[in-house]
């Protein structure tokens, strides 16, 4: 076995018990260990003097101990070491809380180097708790850049890069290293021994600049290698063909005309189908964009040429709404419209299932219910999913499997800046629909505090009274969560609004409730029934209430940009006014900037990009969303510039080994292998 795949017990200084904690980061082999990159650095290689030492930033001294260090017992469970240290240009207390032994070992007459924040005025500097070391010893703290690690208990800095540092020894040039040597050459990029060496210990901070630029660019380069050998496969395959169909009939039979944008995705749909190649088609469009209707054509087109399509909603009640939809959209030709999902009883089940099997229903409409092993078409050649982020990659590829490569088509209304859904969607082709419908109107939106709550209660009276409903949204309660009393709960929060507002019926629905009663309660809110929806997140995606002018976000701090942005589209989709108020007592500035945000764009592009700003692109494309695999060290974000040569560099590289089969290209082939292991059947 090699070295790097060793196990990390085996590492100098390890053994089983740190084992364990390790393995807590994600860390088992040795390899895994060098991946581990710092969070970041501590500039420690600046030395001053003590009185000429800016105040109040963390600096190295070097200082000699003028004063035996002497222990002071505060009060029970509080000690003190002090000393005083002095150089060329003055003296400075220093004081130690319990850490009693620094007494025994700090000594009088000789020089060390502190690390630490000045703090005094100009006459008398104190430094408190400071990092040491003797200045005889090689510099392990002080002198040099430190690395910071993401740790785990049990699991200490400094002993995290003692471990760095052994592996690193131990692994010599066996380091990882996927790039082909002539691409590191053309990029001029440094050797990965030398990059492993310096984003763990840099040299200086220009040799960390090189040592990150070689291993984001070596990342986005395996990832964008393996995108597009995805694409490639399926552009190698056969699809079911389908005869450009004249679409004429179906826009006449809409009660709107379609924007631009709509019938350009249509087209582009349209055209996918009828090319011999399987479609895999993203359709990405803001809320209330009306991408259904774009779905809606696209399984119209399938249906009319004798096959079936079908939709796959994430939850019931989004199921319920498209069924709703889509038989308004198809029924009128003459097409079956059905639903399947999870909460249908097993022989309104089993009659679904055998309509499908003899080609009886056209269009089917569910949720993960789809996907399960016994569901069969006659003839399935259109799959849609609706808010693909909803779904993993792997949910994605079962639907697919149903049939001889059906057509996918996948909406999302999370808009992905654009320079990243090349190699986000590197496997699907994008359609945007940039344009709303006419006469949308913004959703004025305001943030605001437990003070408002008075005037806000005024504010649903009237709008209900105008014959407008009003959802509120609650965070998400999880069982196990700390008890937070400052958390709206949906349910408490329903009865205090029943009892503030007798007058009017308010319901709440929340993820714990049977689907069954939360379809009821839904249909009754699309009728316009309920005057006021309290609810958690289940109504963030699709839900289409055209009547509904108020969204109210309860500790909206705690919800993400692109969930805000989502939940605000539930309103606004009418001809009505309408609103969006964020109720949060939250006080950082995080929150704040994402509230704020909130308020002054409307624009879901703007908003995701602010979104992938403050949250990181970890959060954001986390593995568990899109299949994606996590970056250790590439920000998607912020490295578009080495993003775009890594895809440049990986299409060059494709066209001329298009398998990544040449022996100079083994390690590449093998990497990028890994890189999906989870998902093998897409890539192969
Ligand atoms: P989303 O993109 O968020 O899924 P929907 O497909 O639910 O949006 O559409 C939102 C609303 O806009 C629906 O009520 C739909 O009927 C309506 N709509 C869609 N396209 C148009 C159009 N071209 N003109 C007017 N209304 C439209
Ligand atoms: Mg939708």
Redesign the pocket.
Known sequence: MSIAEKEIRYLKGVGEARAKALEKLGISTFVDLVNHFPRAYEDRTQFSLIMASPLNEAVCIRAMVASPPTLARVRRGMQLVKLRAVDDSGSVDITFFNQTWIRNQIKQGETYIFYGKLSGNLTHRTMTNPDWEPETREGLKTGRILPKYPLCQGVSNKLFMGYVRNALDALGEEVPDALPEEIRAKYRLAQSRYAYENIHFPADFGALELARRRLIFEELFVLACAMQRIRSARVALDGICLPRPDIAPFYASLR????NA?RRAVEQALDDMASGRPMNRLVQ?????????VAAACAWAVCAAGKQAAFMAPTEILAEQHLT?LRGFLEPFGFRVEKLTGSMTAKEKREIKAALAAGEVHLVVGTHALITADVEFKDLALVIT?EQHRFGVNQRSALSAKAVRPHVLV?S?TPIPRTLALIIYGDLDVSV?DEL???RQKVDTFAVDETYRQRLYGFIDKLVKEGRQVFVVCPMVEENEEFDPSLKSAVEHAQALKAAFPAFRVECIHGKMKPKEKDAIMSDVVSGKVDILVSTTVIEV?V?V?NAALMIVENAERFGLSQLHQLR?RVG?GAHKSWCILISEANNDEAKARLNAMCHTNDGFKISEEDLRLRGPGDFFGSRQHGLPEMHIADLCGDVKILDTAQTAAKELLLSDPSLSAPAHARLNARVQQLFAANQGTIN
């Open positions: 709107f005309s379609p924007t709509q469009g803001d809320v209330g964009s009306g991408k259904t209707m939809t609706d909406m209304a629909i419908p006419p006469g699709g289409d055209p589209g989709r």
